[in-house]
């Protein structure tokens, strides 16, 4: 954003005319960048033939954004931005921070009349004031939500740092319930409240936590040993198969075959540590990477065990601990058994609390190994290796222990998947998820537990939340998917926060050593790409 | 001999790749002295420091260490034996706590000594105290070679390798460094084996020393003999004492 303007006219020009400039420029340069990309367009017509079509109106659109966006940033927002860092004269204080100017009470007791008003009134609001402004009204809705908790947020920010771990566990342990309780409400029925909270346990919540725990997993290999692995979606699927042959095949219990899941995971782990123990860096990377498409294209073309492309159905649902089942038809159905309502709602809501309890094992193991001489030497070995050797640290066994640790979580979570799912396809594990998890590592800040969690959190529950988006169809026609736009979301937050904070939501590492008081390292004592 | 050999390199011929870096060398440490190697660039004193751990490994010729023969065991396994080394570039470990790094140290007795021994390592470089809990990657280079010397020490080492502990420091920096080793080797009787191309320095502190010219022991004797050398004095010395 450096402006390019030498200084002597700049003292000549005032921020309108500069940004009057600068919108021109910025005007041609979206112009000729777009004009091939938006304003043209190749189609098939009904007889096959490739034809031209021209969207002149889009284009002009996308460049007088470009030119309003640059204008407006140059005349208010970089002014706006130079005030902020200059002290009032007569007080010596800086200006009040936007924060504090963005999230103000009364602003706040708005958005939350106006959130429960829209809610009340969400059924009706088609009839009344027809489909597209009532898709316009839902967004709002949304939005003031979103403010609503961002100035709690805001407020009680010191507080929420302080007690971030129990927080957030306790936050999680009481979602389902929080959930059900709100559903029920708002249709004045316990069954419709069960209904309507599987979209919010199941879409959203089992399927953060599964990523929160495979970016938890990856982590020990990435985050603590320094290995870099782009092929972990591997140790996922044997999880995930290993779990549909045992259990569709022998009828063995979840119970038992978890701990077989994560064994097999950790074997295939150390499977794939023993070559790449000289490797390091990209070269890792790239082994990696083939292993995990080798694994892939095992299960696609081993037919006879995995059903190919196919992939394995009927795979058994979880049982409450062997004491009750989940199938309506049996005779200790938890409905039967408690003397409920029939719903497909208990199973998911059980399912959130084993993969809870999974993330949650997961991040205990790390915390713990991480004061163990397991971890120590694991965040050894990423710093220097050779330092490692000299001191009597065996890299080759610490290596593999950290290969075989995280693909044991990986199995873990791909067990669960298959439950979950009741059916599982090579499909599902592709490149893409392995660099889905790692995107959210990095994001999170490698070694950062609770940064991970949250990069999964946005980014997961980022991507779901596109589904919501239907108003959108009323702005970009009926043909409009957000969630196709899912990748897109993905890159831009990255670019984002690489810009923003280069090592990650949480890029300090908590040490393990104390003498007296506890004290984060900040990252920016550390220079970039080390560690 | 009256003392007992502790570290013995009878012979050694290491080579990178076909190049060979070290040419038949014997050297001895003996129990209780600081031996000295000094020689000038490129002349194989890092390749033998290296090689006595087992990276890159000797194709011919012995290390024994304490009556066993070391040549051709594993890095780690070389300092489990208890001999500790603070390396060319003393490498440690820059994303953790000065504390962490002496705990990494003290790895190979599960911490069971590492209170006391951090205590001691304090003693001797106060200044790493003032610096526990920020990270190795922030200190400056004198207090990283100190940390360095300072988690080699955490070992509790019969043996202590010092790969040119005065590279780019201070002269004063150097001098406490120097202090340091002598005051350990004075109090406690530690052995050390030393390679420098501070010469002055480095023979001042050693009871003996060696003098390497590629890939050769060339000369060797006391500290002070080699001082007086001509021959050392014209090639390492010239250019003004430190």
Redesign the interface.
């Known amino acids: 954003m450096a402006v390019t303007v030498s200084s002597e006219r700049d003292t000549v020009a005032s921020p309108v005319q500069r940004a009057f400039r600068e919108a021109l420029y910025a005007g041609a340069i979206s112009l000729g960048l777009f004009v091939l990309f938006i304003g043209l367009k190749t189609d098939q017509n009904i007889s096959n033939q490739l034809i031209l079509v021209t969207r002149w109106w889009l284009l002009i659109t996308v460049v007088v954004l470009t030119m309003l966006g640059r204008f407006f940033y140059i005349a208010y927002g970089q002014p706006f931005m130079a005030n902020q860092k200059i002290a009032n004269v007569a007080t010596g204080l800086l200006p009040a921070s936007v924060a504090s100017r963005f999230f103000l009470l009364p602003a706040f007791i708005g958005a939350i009349v106006l959130a429960v008003v829209l809610f009340v009134f969400g059924g009706a609001l088609p009839g009344l004031v027809g489909d597209g402004l009532a898709g316009y009204l839902q967004f709002l809705r949304a939005l003031a939500v979103i403010y609503a908790l961002a100035c709690v947020i805001f407020y009680f920010r010191a507080y929420i740092h302080d007690n971030f771990t129990k927080l957030g566990v306790t936050a999680l342990v009481l979602y389902p319930i929080l959930v059900v309780g709100v559903l029920s409400l708002m249709s004045w029925s316990f069954v419709g409240g069960l209904q309507g909270s599987l979209k919010w346990i199941d879409n959203f919540g089992i399927q953060i936590l599964i990523y929160v725990m495979l970016a938890w997993g990856l982590n020990i290999v990435v985050g603590l040993a320094g290995l870099l692995d782009l092929g972990y979606v591997a140790f996922y699927a044997v999880g995930a198969y290993a779990y549909a042959l045992l259990g569709s095949h022998y009828g063995l219990s979840f119970w038992i075959l978890l701990p077989a899941a994560g064994a097999m995971a950790a074997f295939w782990g150390v499977m794939l540590g023993f070559p790449v123990l000289r490797l390091r860096g990209d070269y890792l990377a790239i082994v990696t990477l083939a292993f995990g498409e080798i694994i892939r294209l095992v299960l696609i073309n081993w037919r006879e065990v995995t059903n190919g492309s196919a992939g394995i159905s009927g795979i058994p649902k979880v049982t409450f601990f062997g004491l009750m089942t989940f199938n309506s038809t049996d005779p200790n159905y938890i409905g039967k058994v408690l003397h409920i309502a029939q719903s497909s709602a208990y199973y998911k809501i059980f399912l959130y609390y084993l993969i809870l309890a999974l993330a949650l094992l997961t991040a205990f193991v790390t915390i713990r190994l991480r004061r163990m001489?397991v971890g120590?030497?694991w965040?050894?070995l990423?710093?220097?290796e050779?330092?490692?050797?000299?001191?009597?640290?065996?890299?080759t066994t610490t290596k593999l222990t950290a290969f075989a640790t995280g693909a044991m979580f990986g199995g873990f979570a791909g067990a669960f998947f298959s439950a979950r799912q009741g059916f599982v396809s090579p499909e599902s594990f592709v490149f893409l998820e392995s660099a889905i998890i790692l995107a959210i590592v990095v994001l999170g800040g490698m070694g950062s537990l609770v940064g991970i969690a949250v990069a999964a959190m946005v980014m997961i529950g980022g991507t779901e939340a596109l589904r919501e988006l239907d108003f959108l169809k009323q702005v970009f026609g009926k043909d409009f998917t957000p969630e196709l736009y899912r990748m897109l979301l993905f890159g831009m937050a990255m670019v984002i926060v690489m810009l923003w904070k280069p090592r990650g939501f949480v890029g300090s590492?908590e040490?393990?050593?104390?003498?007296k008081?506890r004290?984060a390292?900040s990252s920016s004592?550390?220079?970039e790409g080390?560690? | 001999m009256a003392e007992t050999t502790l570290l013995d390199i009878k012979g050694v011929e290491t080579y990178y790749g076909n190049i060979k870096a070290l040419n038949g060398v014997n050297v001895h440490v003996n129990q209780g002295e600081i031996v000295a190697l000094i020689g000038a660039n490129g002349a194989g004193k890092s390749t033998l420091m290296m090689t006595i751990f087992g990276a890159p490994r000797a194709r011919a010729g012995t290390i024994t260490f304490a009556g066993t023969d070391i040549t051709q065991m594993p890095t780690h396994e070389i300092a489990r034996m208890r001999i500790a080394q603070s390396p060319e570039g003393r490498r440690i470990f820059p994303r953790m706590t000065v504390m962490e790094n002496l705990q990494m140290g003290a790895g190979l007795d599960n911490l069971k000594h590492y209170d006391e021994d951090a205590e001691k390592v304090f003693t001797l470089f106060p200044r790493l105290k003032e610096r526990i809990a920020q990270r190795g990657g922030t200190l400056s280079g004198g207090e990283q070679q100190m940390l360095s010397i300072g988690r080699a020490l955490m070992a509790r080492p019969k043996l202590l390798l010092l790969d040119e502990p005065s590279l780019g420091l201070a002269p004063l920096i150097v001098k406490q460094i120097f202090d340091a080793i002598r005051e350990l080797n004075r109090t406690q009787g530690l052995t050390v084996f030393l390679v420098e191309q501070n010469a002055f320095g480095a023979l001042k502190l050693a009871t003996r020393g060696y003098v390497m010219v590629n890939g050769n022991v060339t000369m060797s004797g006391t500290g002070k003999d080699l001082l007086a050398n001509p021959e050392v004095r014209a090639a390492y010395l010239e250019g003004g004492h430190h």
Do not use: M, Q, Y
């Open positions: 001489p120590r030497a965040e050894a990423r710093e220097d050779i330092a490692c050797r000299s001191l009597g640290i065996n890299t590492r040490p393990t050593a104390f003498l008081e004290r390292v004592f550390t220079k080390h560690g």
